[in-house]
């Protein structure tokens, strides 16, 4: 029997060539995550050309987590005014270029849930309306409450709600995509494509099934090409057949896994390294929060650790023997292993497996998280929470709509006050040394990333745990349930919050928390399942 391998016209060519495809006016939907993944040559040749032309122009991005470096990295390098004129976008911390095009009102700004936004690529591949979920309600992407518009100038209503069965959801429109620009590791001349060396693989069958389903054109950039027939049919994550580009990165810089590590084969699953390594938080505010959060783990939870505060919970588990006891995750897809932080967010150490992000929302959105611990930027009476806009920093929502209103039990996590604060912790006890000039509790938040109130009807188990206090959600609102030993509840908690929360009998904070030595956190969690 003849079996024949089937050879298309070689897709291999240049950048400049692959970023002609792009006409004004297109919808771009770009690859990576945070610091992972970025397409930089390809951004680099759409900067080029734009500045060499003045085309492609008014463009519209749409991407989950921009990608990029926090300076001119990344989606960075393609935040030009007149080459972008719209963002339909997750999270764009790391993007500050297109936020001040956005504040600045130079570019449309629409934010949605981060998972909302991968199930919607999935969805417009499909030839679906759009997204309907329950995911949003309530906050800022709700159109009762804003619809995700991030500036004047942002005119559309991309969400609209819809009553199903006597309950009310939001439906996430669809839109056509014309071009991807996205990355992988591998290709062979016909178009196929592998991610052996990715550190995630950012749901790229998604968006280039929904650009391709569109009648629009992928473009991969690659770090290296082989001849046909070596990518195996289990190696290759992209065909052939849903690529019309391939790109070789132009520097050895454009290949490197993050934009902290060039390559470190513990993130795509090449190697494992011990765990038990993990260094030792210092004592200090930080640390007096991640233990506290801690206290509510229980063995065999399935968990989402956020950016910033929350990393501490991983290091303080692995201090007290409990590495091994909890399946933590990420919304980048990520399941199992220890989570990175900062440009590596979403990545992990020994990961077990990865998901397409629009995968991983499909359990966390359904209940599958136990517990998730998440920042507390900012909190006001009814528990809302907002992590996602402070005046002209508007880093977005990212997945923390869908993770705090879907799992079982949620700990949001977060000093008392912010910019300058000074604690000491001595003799058991911890004192105030110098008092932060923000407040986090406030009357009213700038934008509601969390409905306290819709969360407390569904009967959401939600703690906000601070250095010096904790609180509990109410349907009345926040109730002070514990103080640290050696804090006075008039001057060091009432004085420095806008409202008064319930007091009904708040009890000392757990007295091992504030030690130098482990708390012995595994016999505390094992009493709690006994009782």
Known sequence: MLFQTKHNTNKIISPGEAVSFIKDGDTVVTGGFAGTGSPDT???ALAHVFEETGHPRGLTYTFPAACGDAKGLGINLISIEGLVKRAIFGHVGLAPRLQKLIVDNKVEGYNLP???????????????????????????????????????????????????DGNVYLLYKSFPINIALVRGTTADPDGNVSLEHEALNHGLRSMASAVHNCGGKVIVQVKRIVENGILTGRQIHLPSCLVDAVVLADERA???QTYLDFFN???????????DEIPVLPMSERKIIARRAAMELTPGDVINLGIGMPEGVASVAAEEGLGQDFTLTTEAGVIGGVPCGGLNFGVSYNPEAFFAIADQFD???????????????????????????????????????????????????????????????RDGAL??????????????????????????????????????????????????TEIAPGIDFEEDILGHMDFRPIIANPVRMEPGIFGSEPMGLADMIRRNVQA
């Open 254 to 256: 454009d290949t490197a």
């Open 363 to 425: 359990f966390y959105d359904g209940g599958g998280l136990n517990l998730a611990f998440l920042g507390l930027a900012q909190a006001d009476r009814e528990g809302n929470i907002n992590v996602s806009k402070f005046g002209s920093r508007i880093p977005g929502f990212g997945g923390f709509i869908n993770i705090s209103q879907n799992s079982r039990k949620v700990v949001f996590m977060g000093t008392f006050t912010a910019d300058g604060l000074e604690v000491e912790i």
């Open 431 to 480: 004192r105030v040394l110098h008092e932060g000039r923000k407040r986090k509790f406030v009357n009213s938040v700038e934008q509601c990333t969390f409905n306290g109130r819709y969360a407390a009807e569904r009967g959401s188990n939600v703690l906000y745990v601070t250095e010096r206090c904790v609180f509990k959600l109410r349907p009345e609102g926040l109730e002070l």
């Open 265 to 275: 084969p513990t993130f795509c699953g090449d190697l494992r390294v011990p765990v």
């Open 42 to 44: 390809l951004f680099r």
């Open 114 to 164: 981060l998972g909302v936004i991968a199930q919607l690529y999935r969805d417009i591949a499909a030839g679906k309306p759009g997204t309907l979920t329950h995911v949003g309600l309530g906050t800022f992407a709700d159109p009762d409450f804003g619809a995700g518009r991030m500036n004047s100038i942002s005119l559309d209503s991309l969400v609209k709600r819809m009553p199903v």
